[in-house]
């Protein structure tokens, strides 16, 4: 089993800041890539940025040059670095794993960000 604890969210004015941290625990040797994901309301869950163990990330395009995914091996922690945010991030974010040894998708309980305009 693995556990995913996120933090971070909160309200913000559009044009502020806020960090997302998603610490992992459990059975969590061997997991490659760790991603944040969100679900605006009435609108599907969406990737929003993903961290291989090397570093390599991948962005969707509407947070391209905004967020930034980063990630601490040591620590099991992963971080979503959100600037400039927009009314249209507004959603709950949650932390995603795949571990190497199991066919499903591990969830966070999610983190609300909302974004005022």
């Known amino acids: 089993q693995v556990q995913l604890v996120e933090s971070g969210g909160g309200l913000v004015q559009a044009g502020g800041s806020l960090r997302l941290s998603c610490a992992a625990s459990g059975s969590i040797f061997s997991i490659n890539t760790m991603a944040w994901h969100r679900q605006a309301p009435g609108k599907q869950r969406e990737l929003v940025a993903a961290?291989?163990?090397?570093?390599?990330?991948n962005y969707a395009d509407s947070v391209k040059g905004r967020f930034t995914i980063s990630r601490d091996n040591a620590k099991n922690t992963v971080y979503l670095q959100m600037n400039r945010l927009k009314p249209e991030d507004t959603a709950v974010y949650y932390c995603?794993?795949?571990?190497?040894?199991?066919?499903?998708?591990?969830w966070g309980q999610g983190t609300q960000v909302t974004v005022s305009s």
């Open positions: 995603q794993v795949r571990p190497p040894w199991s066919t499903a998708d591990y």
């Open positions: 961290i291989t163990r090397g570093g390599s990330t």
